[in-house]
């Protein structure tokens, strides 16, 4: 199966489950130090995002327990999930690969060269 390009949020949520089942903080934590305090995702934000990776089989609910009085739930990645991330990781990785390919050919310009 050949997925579109993730944005970022996408990615970074699918990267936080990764390795470990977590709840709506603790991926929100995650982003931040996956991301070196570069995206900070809203409540609002990652919720809208979770729905829509729930829907899209990407993510499942692991667990569900009630803390001080409020509904948490843990939320994992499915094989699917797992997939579109490997899939992503692998563009790019290319991406990245082929941008250090270009720059090791690239010769700068002695220092007030004109073209």
């Known amino acids: 199966m050949t997925i579109r ?8 949520v699918l990267t936080a489950l990764a390795d470990t089942p977590r709840h709506g903080y603790a991926i929100i934590q995650e982003v931040l130090a996956i991301s070196d305090g570069q995206s900070r995702l809203s409540t609002g934000t990652l919720y809208t995002a979770l729905d ?5 089989g990407l993510v499942r609910i692991d667990s569900e327990e009630v803390v ?48």
């Open 5 to 12: 390009q993730l944005q970022e949020p996408t990615r970074l």
């Open 52 to 56: 829509r990776l729930l829907q899209q």
């Open 68 to 115: 001080s009085g409020r509904l948490r739930r843990t939320f994992a990645l499915t094989d699917q999930g797992q997939d579109a991330l490997a899939q992503e990781a692998a563009r790019l990785r290319a991406a990245a690969t082929e941008a250090e390919r270009r720059l090791g050919s690239f010769r700068p310009r002695p220092h007030g060269a004109t073209s």
